[in-house]
T-cell receptor
Framework: DGGITQSPKYLFRKEGQNVTLSCEQN?????MYWYRQDPGQGLRLIYY???????QKGDIAEGYSVSREKKESFPLTVTSAQKNPTAFYLC??????????????FGQGTRLTVV | GEDVEQSLFLSVREGDSSVINCTYT??????LYWYKQEPGAGLQLLTY?????DMKQDQRLTVLLNKKDKHLSLRIADTQTGDSAIYFC????????????FGQGTTLQVKP
């Protein structure tokens, strides 16, 4: 079945560590997005990519990094520079950012906790 | 600036109608969306409305858009306990990035 898969579902990070969250899609979508969700704050955009080998910062990119070497993969690294990384992270994909009548498909999320 | 506002909580009895409200600030928004999130899960698209429409109905769901007041609402008829979830409204701009701006989410509690 086509879809978007995030792994792991739960992730624990020690202070000072970098961790990488995986996002894979087999929908042949051009655009992919990373959002962060905190209680009572909705979703905020971290990074997005509209095409392979290109990506842009979203509203809260500090302390995060991404790569887009393959169309189907958009991993997010939470670096030690991110001071408050505990949150629920959601990855999404869309057929094409410039096409207006398209739906964003979301993964099931990764809950990251700093221990 | 870009901003989407929702009330945080709504409680209804099973069988009643639920109305979840949302306000947005960007008059150039093209599409407005309603997503549903169940505990510990991702977001599921419920419905969307194009900015030149006033109303859209899809089975138990009715979306109303008041462009003058920049107000969007989602009505769920005959609310069931399975409708208990967080509901997000989101707006998409006329830009070509596909970027969505989300509200804070409204937690809908359905009492039996």
């Amino acid at each position: 079945d086509g879809g978007i898969t995030q792994s792991p579902k739960y992730l624990f990070r020690k202070e000072g560590q970098n961790v990488t969250l995986s996002c894979e899609q087999n929908l042949n979508h051009d655009a992919m997005y990373w959002y962060r969700q905190d209680p009572g704050q909705g979703l905020r955009l971290i990074y997005y990519s509209q095409i392979v080998n290109d990506f842009q910062k979203g509203d809260i990119a500090e302390g995060y990094s991404v790569s887009r070497e393959k169309k189907e993969s958009f991993p997010l690294t939470v670096t030690s520079a991110q001071k408050n990384p505990t949150a629920f992270y959601l990855c999404a994909s869309m057929a094409g950012g410039s096409r207006m009548n398209t739906e964003a498909f979301f993964g099931q999320g990764t809950r990251l906790t700093v221990v | 600036g870009e901003d989407v506002e929702q009330s945080l909580f709504l409680s209804v009895r099973e069988g009643d109608s639920s109305v979840i409200n949302c306000t947005y600030t960007d008059s150039s928004s093209t599409y407005l969306y309603w997503y549903k999130q169940e505990p510990g899960a991702g977001l599921q698209l419920l419905t969307y409305i194009f900015s030149n429409m006033d109303m859209k109905q899809d089975q138990r769901l009715t979306v109303l858009l008041n462009k003058k007041d920049k107000h969007l609402s989602l009505r769920i008829a005959d609310t069931q306990t399975g409708d208990s979830a967080i509901y997000f409204c989101a707006e998409r701009y006329s830009s070509n990035t596909g970027k969505l701006i989300f509200g804070q989410g409204t937690t809908l509690q359905v009492k039996p």
